[in-house]
């Protein structure tokens, strides 16, 4: 008996065993295996993708002040041949020019062509070749609401807006209006995304009435009509310039009348203000709006090319400003500074220009013609008025500084 219980317990360990061993429980070899197959299993993952990293847009606008065309300007376009070229005026901040993505110019005086004369003082004129010299030398926003543009009338506005649209479709030209619908249009500049909005608006035209069908041949500084196009251009932009022609001629600083129109662009979401017509430089300073944004106010930029006969009518100046954005799609100011320029006021074909002070000499400056009218004007009195002006946004003998806001 006992050794049958013994067989059978030797028989029950062998048939458990064998259970065992089929079940794959008892080889290491396929423990292995099934631990393996399953971590494999578990570290299958599906494809990732990364997304870029945020590189900000950057777009450089730049902006100078008047072309005031007075005769000595206009006469020194004229050549052998009788033909006028006025690429002179311009070559030497040309690559300035052509650097900024929005060239901006004030147009102080209406391009209506030979057709009507040319004329200076006190109601200009000038020729169709002068706007062949901004396109030439990279301008593409035109600035036209100035206190000249009604100089000739509604003939001078229809040519000069005919001059633009047959012969450069693709220049921009602000502040005046064929029909009633253009003065209703904002001009949206865009790049890579961001969209920028320019006016432009002058306080008047020298006293010189609207015609009575076309009282929207201008546009004029007229507080609800301000107002209510910063409310379109906030709908349509990511960032607005303002282009006035305001304040006191020949004074080198701001008015009160400046002030307040300056607020009340800053409040209504103005991103940069870049006024003319003092014909002489103004200082830049921050703008605090009711929001507590900032709006940077280029006050003055003078003139940029004219025969008047003060030493302070020489000197002007070029805004530039770099606008960028972040992640969060904000749109701001990123770096400014102010270039200033001297016009060398001469005679003759082709000899009338504008430099860079930062270019200018003592040799240049002892030549310019101004000195038989201003015998102030010399490279200490350009140098000492942009300090007073400008302050510490002007550096003498250097480069024009580039202030990083915060």
């Not at 020019?97 to 060239?103: F, G, K, L, M, Y």
């Not at 807006?161 to 921009?172: E, G, R």
């Not at 709006?289 to 709006?295: F, K, L, M, V």
């Not at 400014?336 to 009338?352: A, D, N, R």
């Amino acid at each position: 008996m006992k050794k049958q219980r013994l067989l059978s317990i030797i028989l029950s360990f062998i048939v458990t065993a064998s259970m065992l061993w089929g079940c794959g429980m008892v080889d290491d070899d396929d423990k292995g295996a099934v631990k393996n197959t399953t971590t494999a299993e578990a570290t299958t993952e599906e494809p990732t993708t990364t997304e870029p990293p945020f590189e900000p847009v950057e777009i450089d606008v730049m902006m100078v002040g008047d072309i005031l065309t007075h005769m000595g300007v206009q006469d020194s376009g004229r050549l052998a041949d009788g033909s006028l070229n006025y690429d002179h005026l311009f070559a030497n901040i040309k690559e300035d020019v052509q650097d900024a993505d929005i060239a901006i110019v004030n147009q102080e005086v209406i391009i209506g062509g030979e057709e009507l004369g040319l004329s200076g003082y006190p109601t200009f004129n000038c020729a169709y070749e002068i706007g062949d010299a901004l396109v030439n030398a990279g301008f593409n926003v035109i600035l036209h609401a100035t206190n000249h543009t009604l100089d000739k009338g509604s003939v001078g506005v229809d040519n000069c807006i005919n001059f633009w649209k047959s012969k450069y479709p693709d220049i921009t030209y602000l502040g005046i209006n064929q029909v009633a619908e253009d003065r209703d249009n904002i001009y949206v500049y865009e790049q890579e995304g961001i969209r920028i909005a320019i006016l432009n608006y002058t306080y008047g035209t020298n006293g010189i009435p609207l015609p009575e069908d076309r009282p929207y041949i201008v546009n004029l500084l007229e507080e609800d009509a301000v107002v209510a196009d910063l409310e379109k251009a906030k709908a349509m932009s990511d960032f607005i310039i303002v282009c006035p022609h305001w304040g006191t001629e020949y004074t080198l600083v701001e008015t009160e009348e400046q002030h307040y129109w300056a607020k009340l662009f800053a409040d209504n979401g103005a991103d940069l203000i870049i006024g003319a017509h003092p014909h002489v430089i103004e200082p830049v300073a921050w703008i605090e709006a009711e929001d507590n944004s900032r709006t940077l106010c280029y006050y003055s930029l003078g003139n940029f090319i004219s025969t008047q006969n003060d030493a302070s009518n020489m000197l002007g100046a070029m805004a530039k400003v770099t606008i960028t954005n972040d992640e969060e799609g904000n749109v701001f100011i990123k770096e400014y500074s102010v270039e200033p320029l001297v016009t060398q006021k001469l005679w003759g074909t082709q000899e009338i220009t504008t430099y860079k002070l930062s270019d200018y000499t003592a040799d240049l400056a002892s030549k310019n013609r101004i000195i038989d009218k201003d015998s102030s004007f010399s490279m200490s009195y350009l140098v000492n008025t942009c300090m007073q002006v400008f302050g510490d946004l002007y550096i003498p003998k250097g480069e024009a500084i580039n202030y990083i806001t915060e």
